[in-house]
Each structure stands twice: as structure tokens, then as C-alpha cells.
């Protein structure tokens, strides 16, 4: 089923919709959210909760790319989950991919830089369009995915070592890039 079909579904307010996404992007979203928390039962309440928030939310929001919209709704459930359980103590996860790209992004901690953080965002997006494919989707699977360095390496057929050099190489050009903007 397309993602309009789907969309339209929500705004009729047919519960099918929730099925509908969950037989299409069930599995993309339990991926994104298991690569930040690596946790199944977690990752299943926060895929779960998605579709609650996708329920209330659309409408009125109508978004283009269901698949997108849902990710980014998982993955900010899952990093709020990661972050509640891990309020007192530090974990290698998420902890090592938010540090990997502290250099390169600012902090947004106030809803003041609210503004800052669209533009930052659009910004990033120009970049990752000037990556190659293969760089693109690479930091995407690292960077917004969560996937594991060591999955990465094996499935890039490279060794961890050579794919972190690579990963820091693209943050540099991705921090060259924030900088001079």
C-alpha cells in the first residue's frame, strides 16, 4: 500500500492505518529504535507508541514520506527512553555516537535555539546530498539508524579500524562544512 493511501486512512481516522504502518514499517522502526536502546521490549513500547503519536498527529499533519515521519518519531522516542534510563549513568551506545558527533553539531538545549536547530537541520541535509551514495547512507545507518560500527564494517567488507577513519574523515567534512555557514 503507498504511504498516501495510508496517510488518507489516518485523516479518515480508519484504525486500518495503524495496521497498515505497522505491516509496512514495523520492522524499520523496531530496527531504529533496538539500535539505539538495545532493548526488545523497549523498542517494541516505543514502536508501539509511534503509532499512537502518528494516530493524534496526522491530522493535521499530512507528511510526504510516512517512512521518514515515523523514523523520526521512533527514533526521538527511543533517544528520550535511552536517555530516562540512563539519567544517572553513562552507557557506550548512544553515548559514543552523540559524543562522535558533538564536535560537529551543537547542543540544543533550549527552546530558543529551536530556530537554530531547523537551520541546522536543513544544513545537514544539504550535505548529506553532496555525499556519495555509499557516504550517505553510511552515515545514516551510523548516525541515525544507531547500527553498530563492527555490523557496519562487515557489511562495508572493510575492517571497524578502516570504517571509524572513514566515519571521522565524513564528521570533519561535515563539521568544514557547519563552520563555514
Not at 488518507?8 to 522502526?29: C, D, F, N, P, T
Request: proline share 3%; net charge neutral; glycine share 4%.
Amino acid at each position: 500500500m503507498e504511504d498516501s493511501e495510508i496517510v488518507e486512512m489516518y485523516w479518515r481516522r480508519e484504525e486500518q492505518a495503524i495496521a497498515e504502518s505497522s505491516k509496512k514499517y514495523g520492522g524499520l522502526l523496531m530496527h531504529i529504535a533496538n539500535g539505539i536502546l538495545a532493548n526488545h521490549e523497549d523498542s517494541e513500547e516505543c514502536v508501539n507508541d509511534t503509532y499512537g503519536k502518528a494516530w493524534y498527529a496526522i491530522p493535521p499533519a499530512r507528511p510526504f514520506s510516512l517512512m521518514a515521519y515515523l523514523g523520526r518519531i521512533v527514533r526521538n522516542l527511543a533517544v528520550n527512553r535511552w536517555e530516562e534510563r540512563h539519567a544517572a549513568k553513562r552507557d557506550a551506545g548512544l553515548t559514543v555516537l552523540l559524543s562522535e558527533l558533538s564536535d560537529c553539531v551543537p547542543d540544543k538545549s533550549n527552546v530558543e535555539q529551536e530556530l537554530e536547530g531547523r537551520l541546522l537541520t536543513e544544513e545537514i541535509e544539504k550535505w548529506l546530498r553532496t555525499l556519495p551514495q555509499e557516504d550517505r547512507m553510511l552515515f545514516l545507518r551510523r548516525y541515525w539508524f544507531g547500527d553498530d560500527l563492527r555490523e557496519l564494517a562487515v557489511r562495508q567488507k572493510v575492517s571497524a579500524k578502516q570504517l571509524a577513519s572513514k566515519l571521522y574523515r565524513l564528521r570533519q567534512k561535515l563539521r568544514a562544512t557547519l563552520e563555514i555557514r
